[in-house]
């Protein structure tokens, strides 16, 4: 990651593969997951329109830059609320080629979740997607619990953490694409959890954090 500056923009393909050492094969998966998602955004709103233009950096390099703080020894992830896949379908192809991991997609949005199945099966990338909420208990003992907690753009920290807790095991670190409001979000969920936070500056928005949060336990717990 140390290739990548917060300033340059990621505007293709092979900008992408320079930041990220990635092989022309994820390349390639990527490449197809960007024409699929401009086919299916016609029919269903997967991302903003107005970032269409900008997938590589906006939603392909944003993603990407969390492999970075995956523990080397992660089998498990969960993405919650996956959407148009961001981050962790993108996660899940990055990191397909590097090592094995077990990669989960939920979003309870069946037409998302068909889109997501589409991408997956065209790229052949092994993922678990289940088209349910979060909070269901079903999905809870599905997903049980896991090494790393992905989500982007879902919910304030404090009803994040609600949604996030039953994936958490003692050493599960959770990796959250935050924007400018992070520390009065922050400030607010301390109202009810305990958990030790680390912020690390995105590399794809200069107003944006990665919330690096584990020892997550609600107060009510003691």
Known sequence: MSAIRRAKKIDGPEAFRAAFSVSRETLDRLTLYEDLLKRWQKAVNLVAPTTLGEIWHRHFADSAQLVRLIPEEAEALVDLGSG?????????????????????????????????????????????????????????????????????????????????????????????????DVHGEIDEAREAWHFDVELVPSVTDAQGQIAVVCNVRAKTEG
């Open 84 to 180: 148009g896949g961001f981050p962790g379908l993108v996660l899940a192809i990055v990191l397909h080629e590097r090592k094995a991991m077990r990669v989960t997609l939920v979003e309870s949005d069946g037409r998302k979740a068909a889109f997501l199945r589409e991408v997956a099966r065209q790229t052949q990338v092994p993922v678990d997607i289940l088209s349910t909420r979060i909070e269901n208990a079903e999905t809870q003992r599905k997903v049980s619990t896991v090494d790393v907690v992905t989500v982007r753009a879902l919910a304030p920290l404090n009803r994040l953490l609600g949604l996030a807790a039953p994936f958490f095991a003692p050493n599960t670190r959770g990796l959250f694409l935050k924007g400018r």
